[in-house]
């Protein structure tokens, strides 16, 4: 069983940069692949970005979010990030933080955070 708890949501301008952190219980943190997903007010939940277990560290985006989001993680302290700049409002959404054993996918997590919220005003 693994938690995930977000943090570093809140209120930007258009423009602007927010850090997201997933910290994750449990001691085998770098046996799972991590991904941000997020949901806009009235749409599905959408994959935003990806970082695999494997060594290397491999990552993944959303053609919407490439060159101004990067993920990365920590796992000596069981916590991935995802450095979001140059906000736009249609980035507005509430920001989920997901884990998947030992496979790096964009779509088939089998854990999930609460998510954190992210409002970018214009």
């Known amino acids: 069983q693994v938690q995930l708890v977000e943090s570093g949501g809140g209120l930007v301008q258009a423009g602007g940069s927010l850090r997201l952190s997933c910290a994750a219980s449990?001691?085998?943190?770098?046996?799972?692949?991590m991904g941000w997903f997020r949901r806009a007010p009235g749409k599905e939940r959408e994959f935003v970005a990806a970082?695999?277990?494997?060594?290397?560290?491999?990552?993944y985006y959303a053609d919407s979010v490439k060159g101004r989001f990067t993920i990365s993680r920590d796992n000596a302290k069981n916590t991935v990030y995802l450095q979001m700049n140059s906000l736009k409002p249609e980035d507005t959404a509430v920001y989920y933080c997901a884990a998947a054993y030992r496979r790096t996918t964009t779509n088939d997590y089998d854990y999930w955070g609460q998510g954190t919220q992210v409002t970018v005003s214009s």
């Open positions: 970082i695999s277990w494997t060594s290397g560290g491999s990552t």
């Open positions: 449990g001691r085998t943190f770098s046996s799972y692949a």
